[in-house]
C-alpha cells in the first residue's frame, strides 16, 4: 500500500505537475525513476531504469496530434515493478512501452471525458468577465483528471506486475497492433498540424535541407539540431546587422532631409518609416 501511495503522488506531482506548469520536463524518466528509486529506498534500479527509458522515450514529446506514450507513467511503474522484483530490471522496461501507449490512450480519455464537457462553461464564465471562476474551474479540472490518472499507478502496484502483466497479455493483438501502428501514425499527423500553423515560403527551404539531410545523408538528428542552431545564430547575426546597417541609413538620410524612395520596396520603405 505504501509504494502504491508513494507512486501515485509522484506520478500525480510530476506528469500532472508538467501539464500544470508547461513543459518543465519534470515527466520524464530520467527525472520520475530516480526520485521514485529514492523514494522506495534503491536509488540504484532507479538510476538504471531512468536512464534506460528516456533512451527509449528521448524522441517522445506529447505536443497537441502530436502523441504516441506516456513516458512519465511508463517510468514510474517500470521503476516500482523493478523495484519490487529485486532489481530485474529488464523485465520491467520491456513493460514500460505498452504501459506507455496504453497510459496515453487513457490520459486522453480523460482529457475528452473530464474536461471536455466543461468547454461551453469556461465560455460562459469568459462572457460574464469571471476571472476567479476561470481560475477556479482551472484548477479543479486539473486537480480531478490527475487524481483519476494517479490511481493506474496505485492499483497496478497493488495487484502487482505479474497481474498487470498478465492484464497486458489479456489484450488482444489486433488492438495492440493497431495502438501501436495509431503510436507510430500520430507523431506526423501531429507535425503535419504544427507546420500547418508555422510553415512560411520564406523559410522552407530549410525544412527541405533538414529532409535531404536526415534522408540521404543519415546524419544523426543531434548532429542536424547543432546545424540548425548555427544556421539560426549565422541568420540571426546577418538580420542584426542588416538592421543597424538601414538604421544607419536612415538617419543619414533623415539627417540630410533627402529621401529618395523611388527604387525602395515595399519592405524597406517598411524599414525606413520604422526607423525614421
Not at 144 to 158: D, M, R, T, V
Request: hydrophobic fraction near 60%; proline fraction near 3%.
Amino acid at each position: 500500500m505504501f509504494e502504491a501511495i508513494i507512486v501515485a503522488l509522484v506520478v500525480f506531482l510530476t506528469v500532472g505537475g508538467q501539464e500544470l506548469l508547461g513543459f518543465t520536463m519534470i515527466g520524464r524518466p530520467i527525472v520520475i525513476a530516480p526520485l521514485i528509486g529514492l523514494l522506495l529506498g534503491d536509488l540504484h534500479t532507479g538510476l538504471l531504469v531512468g536512464a534506460a527509458l528516456e533512451t527509449v522515450f528521448m524522441g517522445v514529446v506529447n505536443i497537441g496530434g502530436a502523441s504516441s506514450a506516456e513516458p512519465g507513467l511508463a517510468a514510474a511503474l517500470a521503476t516500482a515493478f523493478a523495484i519490487q522484483m529485486g532489481g530485474r530490471i529488464e523485465v520491467a522496461i520491456a513493460l514500460a512501452v505498452p504501459l506507455g501507449i496504453i497510459g496515453l490512450q487513457i490520459k486522453t480519455i480523460l482529457y475528452v471525458l473530464v474536461v471536455g464537457p466543461f468547454a461551453a462553461r469556461f465560455d460562459r464564465l469568459a462572457e460574464q468577465g469571471d476571472a476567479n471562476g476561470i481560475k477556479n474551474l482551472h484548477f479543479g479540472l486539473w486537480g480531478l483528471q490527475w487524481f483519476l490518472y494517479s490511481l493506474i499507478p496505485f492499483f497496478a502496484l497493488l495487484v502487482g506486475s505479474k497481474a498487470t502483466q498478465r492484464v497486458l497479455e489479456m489484450i488482444p493483438d489486433v488492438i495492440l497492433h493497431g495502438l501501436s501502428i495509431a503510436g507510430g501514425l500520430l507523431p506526423a499527423v501531429g507535425m503535419a498540424m504544427l507546420m500547418k500553423i508555422l510553415w512560411d515560403n520564406n523559410i522552407s527551404v530549410y525544412y527541405f535541407l533538414g529532409f535531404l539531410i536526415i534522408a540521404y545523408f543519415k546524419v544523426p538528428l543531434i548532429a542536424v539540431a547543432v546545424m540548425a542552431v548555427i544556421i539560426a545564430v549565422v541568420v540571426a547575426q546577418g538580420d542584426i546587422s542588416k538592421m543597424k546597417l538601414e538604421k544607419e541609413i536612415a538617419k543619414k538620410a533623415t539627417g540630410n532631409h533627402t529621401i529618395d524612395t523611388s527604387n525602395l520596396t515595399a519592405e524597406q520603405l517598411e524599414n525606413e518609416a520604422f526607423f525614421s
